[in-house]
């Protein structure tokens, strides 16, 4: 080989030949040193082989709303570019004060799959605006995703149940949540979208929904819309029977109670006092001993 490439530089170098065939000559002479190049590519994969692990997320940047109930994350892609089926581990880890809805993620990938695992991002109300960065490792692999936390919403209705912590006896996840309850939508036609509250545990009561809020607020009123559109009628799929609580201090106070509800709006208005959280605790409904279905719970000072 060497010997041939020899007399091909010598007849280049040679004055006497014709420039075509120079050219024809200086392609055939990086040919051969290619292939002489190439016979060295086994040994650089003869190296021991990378991670066979591949890591990506659905998205390329996450926006956060430092408030409960905002449903917000990403999608991660956890996969086996290797021959062979693993276990594998994927860690999440994200800075102080943002939270994961998990930091692991541990699973057995066949040869050439793809796992997809949702993963929900949230920050607490005090959580400085600004970029933060959530790293995801696994094996060799290392992947950065940008996180934007944006300044807390505002609500100027001066509905206090908006934009805080809400929790439910029992939830007919995943379209009947309790955060449906206080997400500002009041349209009962919206049912079943993740817009109001159902509770899960059909033919039992009571059941309760509830509102926490950051500070003790002076309270007056509370309204309660349940189901009732023109297809899941109050009178029929609607509450019908409930007692409005306060947290004051330690102890739940009862502050209003209805009965024999058929609208699909109430309006419990009552002396305003100091509670730390309100919830109403259903007793029946007009379907009868089957579900409690609120649309929204809006509580106001007055
Ligand atoms: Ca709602």
Redesign the pocket.
Known sequence: MLSTLKIMLSTLRSRGADPARRRSLAVTVAAVVLVVLGGAVPAIAARPAASPLTLATDVGQVTVNPVPCANQGFQLLFGNAGRKDVYADAFIEAPEPLRLSRSLVSSYLPAGYTLKVAIAVSAPRDTPPGRYTITLTAGDQRLSLPVDVEPAPVDDSGDLARYVEVSASSENLPNYPAC???????DSTHWGTT??WNDSTKGSFPDWLRVTFDKPETVGRVDLYTLDSAKYPADRYGLRDWDVQALVGDGWKTVAQVRGNLAGQVSSVFAPLTASAVRVVTQSSNEGVTYSRV??LEVYAS
């Open positions: 449906g309850a206080v997400d500002g939508d009041r817009t109001g649309v929204e």
